[in-house]
């Protein structure tokens, strides 16, 4: 069977590392496979391709797709010739609506939606037509789903089709991600962090829906107050010199922040870290880096945006979203744990994420709905 993905993009996030990993996974050897981004191939393109899959980018600007990107599209479709049609966020389910238009055959048109839908006017004004698109095409769509029950309340509520929806979690590689005390040391002696501090971590690309100024100013209240305390942010243009961040940290705590900006290897960060901590404001449906640094054993402290509340459950805790002074209690409350304290909650949390979001379940959830869209199409 030849399944077709099509992504908005292949940088680093959330969406494009759960392509990733379903692919490495599983689906990659199950299925014939390719993947069309509409941007660039990004810094997951590469690590695709390794899997032996083709990887496509139709070079597409920000705004609206020109009439050079339907070409290629078009080509690429015709030349495949796919029987399942995956799209992967708004413009990429868009982008896969038409492709599956121009494909030859009849294929199967599958949605995927990565984002939970609190305020459309916290989106951009284009991403809001986007959205609005997506509303009204839902029902030519075979499937569509999504990464967290709260998701597809929301986008039904807002007028999605939802006869033919339904929720796949995100997957994690327990083998992959896992505790390493080898590790931990290594990244802690790569970044200069003394093995007796106690780091916090945060991994989220700069967006206003990360709210990365509410963890900072969170951060620097408890960095007053625990002079051990270490803050290991890690994320696309999280930086001081960011103009949204800048001034937040004052200059003399700035040595106890460490900005490492993108990185392709966050579980190994999260591997050092003795506690992990998201502070989106909104947006989220299943935050990937939560169940990645609850695999690896490190407990978290959570917004309660998406189904994170619901992940994390009570291994950890969950505060509500853009509250300074609930996360700052929450991460002072998290230090003033033992560290056997925390290393019982981070098993715990390892234990829940073996119990429900192991990557070789999910993975078969798609594979079994690929094979029952094929045969719904060939009927």
């Known amino acids: 069977m030849k399944v077709l993905h099509v992504i908005t993009g292949l940088s680093t996030g959330g969406a494009e590392r759960a392509l990733y990993n379903l692919l490495a996974g599983g689906l990659a050897q199950q299925f014939d496979t390719a993947v069309v981004s509409l941007q660039d191939?990004?810094?997951?393109?590469?690590?695709?391709?390794?899997?032996?899959?083709?990887?496509?980018?139709?070079?597409m600007r920000r705004g609206l797709p020109t009439p050079g990107v339907f070409g290629r599209l078009r080509r690429l479709v015709r030349a495949f010739r796919p029987e399942?049609?995956?799209?992967?966020?708004?413009?990429g389910n868009l982008a896969a609506s038409v492709a599956a238009r121009m494909a030859a055959g009849r294929p199967a048109l599958a949605w995927n939606i990565r984002q939970s839908l609190y305020d459309l006017k916290a989106e951009k004004p284009l991403t809001r037509q986007v959205i609005r698109a997506n509303r009204l095409l839902s029902g030519q769509a075979d499937t569509i789903i999504y990464n967290s029950r709260l998701s597809r309340s929301q986008h039904e509520s807002f007028g999605f089709q939802g006869s033919r929806a339904l929720v796949i979690s995100n997957g994690f590689d327990l083998q992959r991600l896992r505790p390493d005390p080898a590790t931990r040391e290594a990244v802690r002696r790569e970044l200069d962090l003394p093995s007796d501090v106690t780091v916090i971590g945060h991994i989220a690309r700069f967006h206003p829906m990360k709210d990365h100024a509410s963890f900072l100013r969170a951060a620097v209240q408890v960095?007053?107050?625990?002079?051990?305390?270490?803050?290991?942010?890690?994320?696309?243009?999280?930086?001081?010199?960011?103009?949204?961040?800048?001034?937040?940290?004052?200059s003399e705590l700035l040595e106890r922040f460490v900005f490492t900006g993108e990185r392709s290897d966050p579980h190994r960060l999260m591997q050092a870290m003795d506690f992990f901590a998201t502070s989106s404001a909104w947006g989220e449906g299943f935050p990937n880096v939560l169940g990645e640094a609850m695999a690896c054993g490190v407990p978290c402290v959570t917004t309660d945006v998406g189904d994170s509340a619901d992940i994390v459950a009570d291994t950890g805790i969950i505060v509500p979203p853009s509250d300074?002074?609930?996360?700052?209690?929450?991460?002072?409350?998290?230090?003033?744990?033992?560290?056997?304290?925390?290393?019982?909650?981070?098993?715990?949390?390892r234990k829940r994420i073996q119990t429900s979001y192991v990557l070789d379940t999910v993975m078969g959830q798609y594979a079994d709905l690929y094979r029952k869209l094929r045969e719904r199409r060939m009927m």
Do not use: C, D, T
């Open 41 to 59: 191939e990004g810094s997951i393109g590469g690590r695709i391709r390794e899997l032996g899959v083709p990887v496509y980018g139709l070079q």
């Open 324 to 349: 300074v002074k609930a996360l700052a209690s929450a991460l002072e409350k998290m230090i003033r744990k033992s560290p056997e304290e925390r290393q019982a909650l981070g098993q715990a949390a």
């Open 223 to 250: 960095a007053r107050a625990h002079p051990s305390a270490r803050f290991l942010l890690v994320g696309r243009n999280v930086s001081p010199e960011n103009p949204a961040l800048a001034g937040i940290v004052p």
């Open 84 to 91: 399942i049609i995956q799209g992967w966020m708004y413009h």
